[in-house]
């Protein structure tokens, strides 16, 4: 139809629409179109699917599509029907055409208004060339509302241009196959309105607001249809979870300065929230952190300026990346910070070792101890301490890569990812001592609460395990399950072998018994690994302050990290 018979059509339609209006008392809009050409191709659009449809110029100058007119009781029918089939938009709605003013369109009318209304066309049953010229008849908001919705799904990265060019076909494409569709990178128009839909909820479920914390001095979009402001405890501004997804939000806000930002960017990897996997990145006047296990995903972010840090947590289950995605994005383009800074003495923290301003200290799954063997900070431990680790460390921060591991030896030494220089390395004795002789443990018997090792002073019970084992020695001291792979220590300081795991047995022995691998053995297992181990020079008897600081200087805590 050409602009002229369209103008010629919508004037013969004026002279009778008071008639029209007369007919019935409700209709249902479907939308308004602020110009009368793109309202025009939208009644047409309706038309080919659906009945009674008409178009009406409204007082404000916008132009509606409606279905009717019906009696209330009929446009509600019609209106919960196809809402629900999802035939027409969500948010139709009753009118009663009190607002109508022109008639620009009348459709056919249908004898029942929802059962003789041709079936909807479903993904599988519209084709290609149905999908494109429904893609031509949305309008530019709605275009751009596809891409980000595609990128809230994961497939789509570019900007939003509301121009559906061959990144957004591939985005298409790609949410068509992770949904089980053909792949054709053409929409149809039942997938469009499912996934905007799926979109537009969690939007919904979100609740994104701009937050002014102004004790924080910090103006955000936050999530609070899942978070509320719970307690201050410096650094952190804590906003926890009000649903089950235990989403949780941090503000960031203190003063100081470019050591300050390296600080806290140091100890915030030390924090539950930080899982281990992740990006980090240190710039010179801000930082971002990012983790994700099984179960959480976790990104923060914080920058120096004027004197003062401020920044954001948000921490995330895992199961839920989409949502995730969307109030991160939200955030980072919102973060704001204002005047005003968190002050040192906000809230009232409830002290506690394992945790830092009210948030948990990472710990390893589990700790046992070890000890340098040469001069490159190769480590001895026992094999349990390093079996299914993900990350194995010892002291506060060093990388180990595991060399090699007995699992029947129950032995298995660690190499540094990095330089280091240990004060002390392992001497191992030159003869075996004498039964009844004084022996010494060295290990993390808290695992690693104390910042040194602690030594245990026992006795030199047998030669050999109770069946007879002769790589074995047997000890009467009272040691801890983490002090397990320690060196032990005769009287002159030189190392006689390494504390063995307590092994699980119906059998229980009493709490002083204790095994350690034969020094002799560990060397063998060394030495078939390429590392050479030195006898001892050592003589006569070490006083106690002297083998303390040796055990010190020697004996590490080996963290597996998981």
Request: hydrophobic share 45%; with cysteine.
């Amino acid at each position: 139809m050409t602009i002229v018979m369209r103008f010629i059509a919508a004037t013969a339609m004026v002279l009778w629409a008071g008639v029209v209006l007369a007919q019935g008392s409700a209709w249902v809009q479907i939308e308004a179109r602020p110009t009368a050409g793109a309202a025009q191709e939208r009644a047409e659009f309706y038309a080919g699917s659906l009945p009674d449809v008409q178009g009406y110029r409204l007082a404000s100058g916008w132009y509606a599509i409606a279905l009717g007119p019906y009696s209330e009781v009929e446009a509600a029918s019609v209106l919960s029907q196809l809402r629900a089939s999802g035939r027409i938009p969500r948010d139709s709605f009753l009118a009663n055409g009190a607002n109508f003013r022109g008639q620009f369109f009348a459709g056919e009318p249908g004898a029942a208004p929802v059962e003789t209304v041709a079936a909807p066309l479903v993904a599988g049953e519209e084709t290609e060339a149905d999908a494109r010229r429904g893609e031509r008849l949305l309008t530019r908001e709605e275009r751009a509302e596809v891409q980000i919705a595609l990128r809230w799904e994961g497939v789509y990265t570019a900007g939003i241009d509301a121009d559906f060019g061959p990144g957004t076909r591939r985005a298409m494409a790609a949410w068509q196959q992770q949904n089980g569709f053909e792949a054709t990178g053409v929409m149809t128009t039942k997938q469009r309105q499912d996934m905007i839909a799926a979109y537009r909820a969690a939007v919904a479920a979100l609740d994104m607001t701009t937050t002014i914390e102004p004790t924080a001095g910090i103006q955000i979009d936050l999530p609070l249809g899942l978070v509320a402001f719970d307690r201050f405890e410096p650094p952190f501004a804590h906003y926890r979870s009000t649903t089950s997804d235990d989403v949780q939000v941090l503000l960031i806000s203190q003063t100081g300065d470019l050591a300050t930002l390296a600080s806290l960017y140091e100890v915030m990897q030390t924090l539950e929230i930080v899982p281990l996997n992740g990006a980090r990145d240190l710039r010179r006047n801000d930082f971002t952190l990012t983790g994700a296990n099984d179960k959480i995903i976790s990104h923060s972010y914080a920058r120096l300026d004027g004197g003062t840090i401020k920044g954001y947590s948000l921490i995330w289950p895992a199961s839920d990346a989409k949502r995730q995605r969307l109030a991160l994005q939200a955030m980072q383009e919102s973060f704001l910070p204002t005047e005003g800074v968190l002050p040192d003495d906000a809230g009232a923290g409830v002290q506690d070792i394992d945790l830092l301003a009210g948030l948990a200290i990472r710990r390893p799954e589990r700790a046992r101890s070890g000890f340098y063997v040469d001069a490159t900070g190769t480590v001895l431990t026992t094999a349990s301490a390093v079996t299914q680790c993900s990350r194995v460390t010892v002291g506060e921060d060093i990388d180990m890569s595991v060399g090699a591991v007995d699992a029947a030896l129950g032995v298995a030494y660690l190499t540094p990812q990095r330089t280091i220089a240990p004060l002390a390395a392992a001497q191992f004795v030159g003869q075996e001592p004498r039964l009844q002789s004084d022996i010494a443990v060295a290990g993390f018997s808290f695992g690693g609460i104390l910042t040194a090792p602690s030594l245990t002073y026992g006795t030199f019970s047998d030669v050999k395990g109770l069946d007879g084992d002769i790589r074995v020695q047997r000890l009467d001291v009272d040691s801890q399950p983490s002090d397990a792979g320690g060196p032990v220590f005769e009287a002159s300081g030189a190392v006689m072998g390494m504390l063995l795991e307590a092994e699980d047995s119906a059998r229980q022995l009493p709490g002083s018994v204790a095994f350690a691998l034969d020094s002799s053995v560990l060397a063998e297992f060394l030495a078939a690994n390429g590392v050479a181990t030195p006898a001892s020079v050592f003589d006569g008897v070490m006083a106690p302050e002297d083998l303390t600081l040796l055990a010190a200087d020697m004996t590490v805590l080996v963290s597996c990290w998981n």
